[in-house]
Nanobody, 114 residues
Framework: QVQLVESGGGLVQAGGSLRLSCAAS????????MGWYRQTPGKQRELVAS???????TYADSVKGRFAISRDNAKNTVYLQMNSLKPEDTAVYYC????????WGRGTQVTVSS
């Protein structure tokens, strides 16, 4: 069984920064994609950024140039550095690991005040 534990969310003023972390534990297939998604009430969960085990990255247009995803394969951990945060970035952020199965974390709240 794989578990994902997110950390690093919180309250920040617009223009500020936060760094999210997601640590995966359990039996993890080495070839996988890890990513961050976010969701606000009444809206569908959307991709923020993802990174493959080989290092290929994908970003939502809305965060390009402001967010950076990275990973430490030795620690099975993915990070999301969020800079120049905007109120519209406010959401619950979820970590995802996609390998032979699809795993999700429980989410961490990010709130950006104007």
């Amino acid at each position: 069984q794989v578990q994902l534990v997110e950390s690093g969310g919180g309250l920040v003023q617009a223009g500020g920064s936060l760094r999210l972390s997601c640590a995966a534990s359990g039996s993890i297939f080495s070839i996988n994609v890890m990513g961050w998604y976010r969701q606000t009430p009444g809206k569908q969960r959307e991709l923020v950024a993802s990174i493959s085990s080989g290092g290929s990255t994908t970003y939502a247009d809305s965060v390009k140039g402001r967010f950076a995803i990275s990973r430490d394969n030795a620690k099975n951990t993915v990070y999301l550095q969020m800079n120049s945060l905007k109120p519209e970035d406010t959401a619950v952020y979820y970590c995802r690991l996609l390998s032979t199965r699809d795993y999700w974390g429980r989410g961490t709240q990010v709130t950006v005040s104007s």
